[in-house]
């Protein structure tokens, strides 16, 4: 597969946050985290994973921050990373999700997959999750790519309500990664076969 560019957007949307109790509004910007920023989504990771995220690793992170096999989506107050969203373009192998959907072999090469998802907790409320799924759909130069899979923790309400909200589709329920039980879903583009 040819090296992918995330970085097509040239004005990273802006927009407001809830203010947190006594202090003053603040405004957050997407843009992908750059190959010299892993420390911080690890950080992120570790403060915010929670107990229904299955967690990415720093090597997995490294791979997704090198580009050709995804990117990692940030929202950011200045300097400070306080939301992401990790997506993998797989290869055609076991991690592919679209074996476990049941698509046909063509249909693999054009699987996307949003991998792990995180907000800081004193950021949760403001739609992020759903905002960076929609960054990732309408933003993302991506033209092979025509679906997009994720699995969540059948308890993960807060997950799965927002994958919900973008047009994914539940496909299946399985026990993967850690053995918990997980809905498949699956957002199929427009037009796809
Ligand atoms: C899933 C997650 C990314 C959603 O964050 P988000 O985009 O901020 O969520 P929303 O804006 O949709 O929140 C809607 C409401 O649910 C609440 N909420 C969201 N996640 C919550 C959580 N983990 N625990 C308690 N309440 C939560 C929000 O505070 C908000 O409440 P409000 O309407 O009263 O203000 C976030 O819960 C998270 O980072 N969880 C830990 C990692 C994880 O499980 N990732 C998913 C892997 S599939």
Redesign the pocket.
């Known amino acids: 597969m040819s090296p992918m560019s995330p970085m097509n957007a040239q004005n990273w949307p802006q927009f407001s946050l809830r203010p947190l109790a006594g202090q003053a509004p603040r405004t957050a910007l997407i843009r992908p985290v750059a190959p010299g920023e892993a420390a911080k989504v690890l950080a992120l990771q570790e403060v ?3 107990p ?2 299955f967690p990415i690793t720093p090597q997995e992170v490294q791979d997704m921050l090198a580009g050709g096999h995804g990117c990692i989506l940030g929202v950011w107050v200045g300097d400070d990373l306080i939301a992401f969203l990790a997506i993998t373009v797989p290869d055609l192998g076991e991690h592919n999700l679209g074996h476990d959907a049941g698509l046909p072999a063509e249909a693999l090469p054009g699987v996307a997959q949003w991998t ?4 800081h907790p004193d ?8 905002r960076l799924l929609r960054h990732s759909l309408d933003r993302l130069d991506w033209p092979q790519v025509r679906r997009w899979l ?1 699995t ?2 059948c308890e ?1 309400a ?2 799965l309500n ?1 994958f919900l909200a973008v047009g994914a589709r539940v496909v299946t329920r399985m026990r993967k990664y850690d053995g918990h039980e997980r809905f498949l879903l699956m957002l199929e583009l427009p037009n796809s076969h």
């Open positions: 915010a994973i929670g229904l995220m792990a998802v995180v907000v950021c949760r409320g403001n739609g992020l999750h759903v994720a969540v923790r993960n807060f997950s927002n």
